[in-house]
C-alpha cells in the first residue's frame, strides 16, 4: 500500500510541478527550497555556507535554493530514519546506511521513471542501462546510481612508517590469512599497537569475493568465476567460518583492537593517533590517498582481492524523499549536480581558499594551516552524485578518474550482475534475522566472542527466524532473471 501511494504522490507532484515550472526560473515566485541530507563531518557554518554559493548557482536557473545538512556516519541512519517517519521537510538523501529494496517496500522513497524523463535528461546520457537495471525494481526506477567507481576489490590499509620499520614484503601477501606475520611484526615491534583497528565497532570487509545478491541473506562465493548462480547461507561457507575463528585467534594473540565492537571511534582516528596500524579497505584508484585524508599519515594499500563487479557495486545512489514537496525541482537539482561541475565541486569539496586550493597542474589540495583533521568540511566524493566530474585532489593524482575509468572496465563480473533483489516476500523472516544478526555477527567479524560457540548458536537461531525461506526466496528470484537473460 506505501508503494502504491508513493507512487501516486510522485505523479501528482510531478504533474502539478510540470504545470508551473517553466524552462528558466520566474524570479516573481518564492524560491523552492531544496533541503539535501548527506554523509560526512562538517561544521554548520560550513555547510550553510556551500549552501549559499550552491544556491547562487541554482536560482537563476531553476529558482531554487539549497539547505545543506551534513550529518555522522554513525548517526546517519537513525536521524535520516527519523526524518523519513516523522515527515519532515526532506528532498535529496544518498542511500548510505540504507537498503534501496527496503526502502521501497516502505515507501520511503519516490518512483523516478517520469522525474527522469523530464528534468534528468543529463543523468540519462551518463548513467548504462545495465546501471539502471541495477536499481530497477518492479519495472520502475528509484534510485540515481552514483558516477564513481563501479568494482570493487578488497585489501588492506597501513601506516607506511610502521610498516617500513619491520620491512615488510607484502607481495608475500595473497590472502588474508597470510597477514599473520606481518601483525605478529608489527606487535613486536610496536607492542602497545594493535595491528587491526575496527571501524566504529564493526569490521565489515571482508576479505572474499563474494555477491550479496542485492543484500539481506544468501550470496554466491566467488561469483566471477561460479559456473552456476547458487544462492548459500554465507555464515554457513567455509569461508566465513574460517575468517571467523582466525579473527578470534588474532584477538588472543592481541592483534585486534580489544573490545574492538565497543570502539565508537573510525579507524582513520585510531590508525592516526597510533593507536593502531592497520584496517581493511575497499580497493580503487586513490585509495591510499583518501586513507591519508582520513588518517592524517601516509598509507599504504595491499589488495587481496581482485577487483569484481556485482549489482550492489552499484550500491551508492542517491532517492528523492517520498515527503519531499516538489520532486521536480528535487530532480533538476539532482540533474544539475550530475552535470554541473561547478555544483558538484561545491557540495563535495567546499568554499575554495577556505576548504582547498587550486594547483598549477589542475589538482587542488588543503589550504595552508588545513588538514583533514581539522577542515570544517570533509570532502566525501563517493557518496555524493558524480566525482567523476570534480577537481582532483593532488594526492590522488590528476589523472584519478581515468584510471577509475579503466578499473570498472577491467574488473571481473559477477554471474549475477544485474539481477536486483525483492524482498517484499519476506520482511517478517528479514526483520528477526536482523535481531538474531545483531547479537552475534559483529562480535564475531571483530574477533569478541570464540565461534565454536557462537556461530553454531547464530545459524541455527537464523534458520528458527526464518533465513532458509529468504534464501528460497532469493534463488528462486535469480532462477528466474537467469532464465529471463538466458533468452535474450
Known amino acids: 500500500m506505501k508503494r502504491k501511494l508513493a507512487a501516486l504522490m510522485t505523479m501528482t507532484m510531478a504533474l502539478s510541478s510540470m504545470a508551473v515550472v517553466p524552462a528558466m526560473a ?87 521513471d517520469d522525474l527522469l524523463d523530464e528534468y534528468g535528461q543529463g543523468i540519462k546520457e551518463i548513467v548504462s542501462e545495465g546501471e539502471w537495471n541495477c536499481v530497477t525494481f518492479d519495472g520502475s526506477i528509484f534510485a540515481v546510481p552514483n558516477n564513481k567507481e563501479k568494482a570493487q576489490g578488497f585489501g588492506i590499509a597501513m601506516r607506511k612508517d610502521m610498516l617500513d620499520a619491520v620491512d615488510f614484503d ?25 595491528p587491526l583497528a575496527s571501524d566504529q565497532g564493526q569490521m565489515g570487509y571482508h576479505m572474499i569475493e563474494r555477491d550479496d545478491l542485492g543484500g539481506d541473506y544468501g550470496v554466491i562465493i566467488n561469483p566471477s568465476t561460479a559456473e552456476e548462480a547458487v544462492v548459500v547461507n554465507y555464515y554457513e561457507t567455509e569461508e566465513y567460518q574460517e575468517m571467523v575463528k582466525r579473527h578470534y585467534d588474532w584477538a588472543q594473540k592481541g592483534y585486534i583492537l580489544p573490545d574492538a565492537t565497543n570502539h565508537t571511534e573510525d579507524a582513520g582516528t585510531l590508525i592516526g593517533a597510533g593507536k593502531c596500524f592497520a584496517y581493511y579497505t575497499n580497493t580503487k584508484p586513490g585509495i591510499e590517498s583518501e586513507w591519508e585524508r582520513k588518517t592524517g599519515v601516509e598509507m599504504v594499500v595491499k589488495e587481496i582481492v581482485s577487483p569484481f563487479q556485482t549489482t550492489s557495486g552499484v550500491s551508492n545512489q542517491w532517492y528523492i524523499a517520498y515527503q519531499s514537496e516538489d ?23 567546499g568554499i575554495e581558499g577556505e576548504h582547498y ?15 583533514s583533521a581539522n577542515t570544517t568540511y570533509s570532502s566525501v566524493a563517493w557518496v555524493w ?38 524482498n517484499a516476500n519476506v520482511l517478517n523472516e528479514i526483520t528477526a534475522c536482523n535481531n538474531v544478526k545483531a547479537k552475534y555477527e559483529n562480535a564475531l567479524n571483530c574477533g569478541m566472542i570464540d565461534p565454536e560457540e557462537a556461530l553454531p548458536k547464530m545459524i541455527e537461531e537464523l534458520k528458527s527466524a526464518g533465513l532458509e525461506a529468504i534464501i528460497e526466496e532469493k534463488q528462486a528470484q535469480l532462477d528466474d532473471w537467469m532464465a529471463g537473460k538466458a533468452e535474450e
Request: glycine content about 4%; some cysteine; hydrophobic content about 40%.
Open 170 to 194: 607484502l607481495d608475500t601477501i595473497e590472502t588474508e590469512e597470510d597477514l599473520e606475520a606481518l601483525y605478529a611484526a608489527i606487535k613486536e615491534e610496536f607492542p602497545d599497537v594493535y
Open 327 to 349: 520532486p521536480a525541482k528535487a530532480m533538476q537539482v539532482l540533474n544539475e549536480i550530475y552535470t554541473n561541475p561547478d555544483l558538484s565541486n561545491l557540495l563535495i569539496n
Open 26 to 112: 520566474d524570479n516573481d515566485e518564492e524560491p523552492y527550497v531544496c533541503k539535501i541530507v548527506c554523509v560526512g563531518d562538517a561544521t554548520t557554518e560550513a555547510c550553510d555556507a556551500v549552501a549559499e554559493a550552491a544556491s547562487e548557482i541554482l536560482l537563476e536557473k531553476y529558482n531554487i535554493e539549497i539547505e545543506l545538512v551534513r550529518l555522522g556516519y554513525g548517526t546517519f541512519y537513525n536521524e535520516v530514519n527519523l526524518m523519513l517517519s516523522s515527515g519532515e521537510k526532506l528532498d535529496l538523501i544518498p542511500n548510505f546506511a540504507f537498503n534501496t529494496m527496503t526502502a521501497v517496500n516502505t515507501g520511503q522513497i519516490l518512483e523516478l
Open 357 to 371: 586550493v587550486k594547483n598549477d597542474d589542475g589538482t587542488i589540495s588543503y589550504p595552508e594551516g588545513v588538514d
Open 385 to 422: 552524485p558524480n566525482e567523476l566530474i570534480t577537481t582532483p585532489w593532488s594526492a590522488d593524482g590528476a589523472d584519478v578518474w581515468e584510471l577509475t575509468d579503466e578499473f570498472n572496465k577491467s574488473a571481473n563480473e559477477s554471474i549475477a550482475l544485474g539481477f536486483t533483489w525483492d
